[in-house]
C-alpha cells in the first residue's frame, strides 16, 4: 500500500489553531487540590479559614499526603487534627481520572484508560524496562492535529486535560505499581515521564507546565527535569518556553526530511516548516551533550526511509546536540501505512550512527494491547470523517 498524498495543499486558515476547547465541569462546588501550584493551595487554605501563620506548614502537610503518600481522601491526613480534616473535606476535593480498565502486555507494558470529568476518557502506559520505568501520559482528550499516520489524530480534539487530570494519571499510575513513600527494594516503579500519549502537549501548555512542576517538586514526587520528555510535533512559538518555564528535555516529532513529506505526515508543518522548527531547536535553553534533543522518526515503508532521507537528516540537525529515535510505525486499523522493513530501518540507523548519532530503533512495546506509540485512542468524541493530509 502507498501512502496517500494530499493532492494540494490546502489553504492557511484559522482552522489550523486548536479546536475551540470543551472546559471540564464548571467546579463551581468545591475546588480539586490535586493539580494545585503549591501557592494556589496555600491561598486555597486561607480561603478556607486556615490561619495566616500556620498556611506555610499547612500547605506541605497536604503537599506530602498528596505527593509523598498518595492520600487520596482528608481521612487519611493523620497529622492534621479531626476538625480540620471535617473543614478540608467540606471545602476541596481530591479527585483523580478513575480507572476503567487495565491491560498488561505479555511483556509488562500497562495500560489503562482513566475516565475523567465529563466522561471522557485517555489513555496512559507505563513501560517497564531493567533500568527504569516510564510513563507515557496523555495532555489532552483527542487532538487537534491530524497526522497521517498516527491513530489518535483520527480522534477529534475533546477537550485540553486540566493540570489535575495529567498529574492525576501518575498518582493513579503510582496507585497501581505500589509505587508510594519508601518500597522495600529502594526502588521505583516509575522513574520517568514522557509526554508522549494522546495530544499536543504544547497546546496544552499551561496545565501541562503546571502538572511536570508538581512532578519535578522535591518535597513531592520529586522526579528530576531530566526524567521528563516533552514530545511536540512542532509547535515551534512554545518550544523555548517549555525550556524555560518547564526545563525538561525536548523530543520533536520530525518524521521526514523535505517540506513535502511533511506537510503530508505531520501538517502543522505547513504553519511552522522544517527550518523554523529546526531553528527552535538550536535555541532550545540549555542543550548540551548532557540534555539532548531527541528527534522522533517514524519508519514508513517507502515515504520517509530511503538512504538519502538518512543522509538528508543528518544535514539538517549538524551542530544540535542530538539523538534519533527510530520508532518502527506502528499499525492500527485502517491506517495507509507499513513499517519499513527491518534491513532497510538497519540501514537508515547506520547512516545515521556513521555520522556521530546515536539512533536507537525504538522497540514496539504493548503492541498486543495497541499500546504502543502512536495507537492510543479512546472511545471519546467523534472520529474525523476527513483525514489524511486535513489540517485541523
Ligand atoms: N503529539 C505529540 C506527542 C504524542 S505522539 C507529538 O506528536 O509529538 C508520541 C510519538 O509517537 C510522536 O513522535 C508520534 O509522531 C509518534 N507516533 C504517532 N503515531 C505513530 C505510529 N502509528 N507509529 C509509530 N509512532 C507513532
Ligand atoms: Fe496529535 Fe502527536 Fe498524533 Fe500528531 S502524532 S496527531 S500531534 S498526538
Known amino acids: 500500500m502507498t501512502a496517500p498524498i494530499a ?17 471540564p465541569r464548571d467546579p463551581g462546588g468545591p475546588a480539586n487540590l490535586i493539580g494545585m501550584p503549591r501557592d494556589a493551595l496555600a491561598r ?10 500556620q498556611l506555610r506548614m499547612r500547605a ?5 499526603w498528596l505527593y509523598v503518600r498518595g492520600a487520596g481522601d482528608f481521612a487519611e491526613m493523620t497529622n492534621l487534627a479531626k476538625p480540620l480534616r471535617a473543614r478540608l473535606a467540606e471545602c476541596f476535593r481530591l479527585d483523580r481520572p478513575r480507572v476503567v480498565t487495565r491491560q498488561i502486555s505479555a511483556d509488562g507494558t500497562r495500560k489503562y484508560l482513566m475516565r475523567i470529568d465529563g466522561g471522557h476518557e485517555v489513555e496512559t502506559v507505563y513501560i517497564p524496562d531493567e533500568d527504569r520505568g516510564t510513563l507515557c501520559i496523555s495532555s489532552q482528550v483527542g487532538c487537534t492535529l491530524t497526522c497521517s499516520f498516527c491513530h489518535t489524530g483520527t480522534q477529534r480534539l475533546v477537550r485540553n486535560l486540566t493540570a489535575a487530570e495529567i498529574v492525576g494519571q501518575i498518582l493513579v499510575a503510582r496507585d497501581d505499581l505500589q509505587d508510594w513513600g519508601h518500597r522495600p527494594d529502594g526502588r521505583r ?3 520517568n515521564i514522557v509526554l508522549m500519549g494522546m495530544g499536543e502537549p504544547l497546546y496544552n501548555f499551561e496545565a501541562v507546565r503546571d502538572a511536570m512542576r508538581i512532578a519535578m517538586d522535591g518535597e513531592g514526587i520529586s522526579l528530576s527535569r531530566r526524567r521528563i520528555t516533552l514530545s511536540t510535533s512542532g509547535v515551534v512559538p512554545m ?19 523535505t517540506d513535502e513529506v511533511r506537510d503530508r505526515l505531520v501538517p502543522i508543518n505547513r504553519k511552522w516548516n522544517i527550518a523554523q522548527l529546526i531553528e527552535a531547536c538550536r535555541s532550545y535553553p540549555r542543550l548540551s551533550n548532557a540534555e539532548r534533543i531527541t528527534f522522533e522518526y517514524v519508519m514508513l515503508k ?13 544535514r539538517l540537525i549538524a551542530g544540535i546536540p542530538a539523538k534519533i529515535n527510530l520508532i518502527p510505525f506502528n499499525p492500527w486499523p485502517g491506517a495507509p501505512y507499513q513499517r519499513s522493513d527491518w534491513d532497510r530501518i538497519e540501514a537508515f540507523a547506520e547512516i545515521v550512527n556513521r555520522a556521530g548519532y546515536a539512533s536507537p530503533v525504538r522497540t514496539p512495546r504493548g503492541e498486543d494491547i495497541m499500546a504502543a506509540c502512536g495507537q492510543l485512542k479512546s472511545a471519546s468524541g467523534r472520529t474525523r470523517r476527513s483525514r489524511p493530509g486535513q489540517v485541523s
Not at 239 to 257: D, K, M, P, Q, V
Not at 302 to 314: H, K, P, T, W, Y
Open 189 to 191: 516503579r516509575i522513574t
Open 60 to 64: 506541605g502537610q497536604i503537599w506530602h
Open 239 to 257: 518550544i523555548a518556553r517549555a525550556g524555560e518555564e518547564i526545563g525538561c528535555l525536548l523530543a520533536i516529532s520530525l518524521h521526514a526530511t
Open 44 to 53: 486555597a487554605l486561607a480561603g478556607a479559614g486556615v490561619p495566616a501563620g
Open 7 to 23: 493532492a494540494s495543499r490546502p489553504p492557511e486558515t484559522a482552522a489550523l489553531r486548536p479546536d475551540p476547547v470543551a472546559l
Open 302 to 314: 517507502g515515504v520517509n526511509d530511503s538512504d538519502e532521507d538518512a543522509r538528508r537528516l543528518v
